[in-house]
């Protein structure tokens, strides 16, 4: 088992360029969330998906923001018009339905994004 | 909302002292509690989770107690070792919002020589 991996471990844009960060979950995990991470907010939710299907993207900034989930392996984080207060680690986690682990995230090494 | 308080950014003490990192919360329902630790350019993962039957969940020596009444959930270790020097963030969980994490800002926990 490899974990959630996560893809590029790191990544500088330009302002205003657009950055895709990529996710893949542990086979066979139901569920893939994103979170952002920085020294001031620490863990901050973004978006999750549940079988595929979005569930819940109240922390995601509307403009642009942007995942997608389009098949089980894997799923993406898109950020349009990258700006300096974008750079963070971003975090993707995965994790079960049922059993004893259905409430443990398990959390991928993150995207450090940079945007200069 | 739900929120998750941890009132120490920074915790600094000597190896072998006791350990104390303190987390409350506000939630409209019964939440679940976590700690999870993330060591220096690794990802977080699970320490320790709160029972639905009130046991004291214990894990590589730390444990935590869930306290209704005071919305708290403080993490504890009798004795600091080197290698506990991580970040620490506290976590709660509704049980209807299916696995979605709400945490704190994180406490980083020096342990120096």
């Known amino acids: 088992n490899a974990g959630v991996i996560q893809t590029p471990r790191h990544k500088v844009t330009g302002k205003g360029q657009e950055a895709t960060l990529w996710c893949e979950p542990i086979s066979g995990h139901s569920a893939v969330f994103w979170y952002r991470q920085t020294i001031v907010q620490g863990l901050e939710f973004l978006t999750y998906f549940r079988n595929q299907a979005p569930i819940d993207d109240s922390g995601m900034p509307k403009e642009r923001f942007s995942a997608q989930m389009p098949n089980q392996s894997h799923s993406t984080l898109k950020i349009q018009s990258t700006q300096p207060q974008d750079s963070a680690v971003y975090l993707c986690?995965?994790?079960?339905?049922?059993?004893?682990?259905?409430?443990?995230?398990?959390f991928g090494a993150g995207t450090r994004l940079s945007v200069l | 909302g739900d929120s998750v308080t941890q009132t120490e950014g920074l915790v600094t003490l000597t190896e072998g002292l006791p350990v104390m990192l303190n987390c409350t919360y506000q939630?409209?329902?019964?939440?679940?509690l976590f700690w999870y630790v993330q060591h220096l350019n690794e990802a977080p993962k699970l320490l320790l989770k709160?029972?639905?039957?009130?046991k004291r969940p214990e894990h590589q020596g730390f444990h935590a107690t869930l306290h209704k009444s005071s919305s708290s959930f403080h993490l504890q270790k009798s004795s600091a070792q080197l290698s506990d020097s991580a970040l620490y963030y506290c976590?709660?969980?509704?049980?209807?919002?299916?696995?979605?994490?709400?945490f704190g800002a994180g406490t980083r926990l020096a342990v120096c020589p």
């Open positions: 939630s409209t329902y019964s939440p679940f």
């Open positions: 986690a995965s994790s079960l339905d049922t059993g004893p682990s259905q409430n443990t995230l398990y």
């Open positions: 976590a709660l969980s509704d049980p209807g919002s299916f696995n979605k994490l709400t």
């Open positions: 709160s029972f639905t039957d009130n």
